[in-house]
């Protein structure tokens, strides 16, 4: 792995294409600089209406509510999906970012690792 993984649970919205007015309902679960993991109630495939959808080499876009006013968006191409008890949990690699969405982003995961310090220092 090259970049560290934090467990989340942040609303996101899954879409073929950055301009599409509809997505579907996902919850992010993991997110890292370079990738993220998502469930969604069902095949994405079926949901977006993929043409001979594949799961490998598929590209998404992602819009994630880091908070009520802070999102974060980019494109991402699947590379997992596995079946769990609350749907189906899709990996996807980071392709493509705007310069907004990285910054966010990066303002995010540091915050979380500020959090997980804290949490880990009062424990000891």
Do not use: C, W
Request: zero cysteines.
């Amino acid at each position: 792995r090259n970049s560290s993984r934090h467990d989340v649970n942040l609303s996101s919205v899954i879409k073929k294409r950055r301009d599409d007015e509809k997505g579907i309902y996902a919850i992010l679960t993991s997110i890292s600089t370079l990738g993220a993991a998502f469930i969604v109630r069902g095949e994405i495939g079926e949901l977006l209406d993929f043409n001979e959808y594949s799961q490998n080499n598929k590209r998404i876009v992602i819009e994630v509510y880091a908070s009520p006013e802070q999102k974060i968006i980019f494109e991402g191409e699947m590379i997992r999906k596995t079946s769990k008890d609350k749907g189906i949990e899709y990996g996807v690699h980071i392709v493509d970012m705007d310069v907004e969405s990285e910054k966010i982003l990066n303002d995010f995961i540091n915050q979380l690792i500020i959090k997980s310090k804290e949490y880990y220092n009062k424990q000891s």
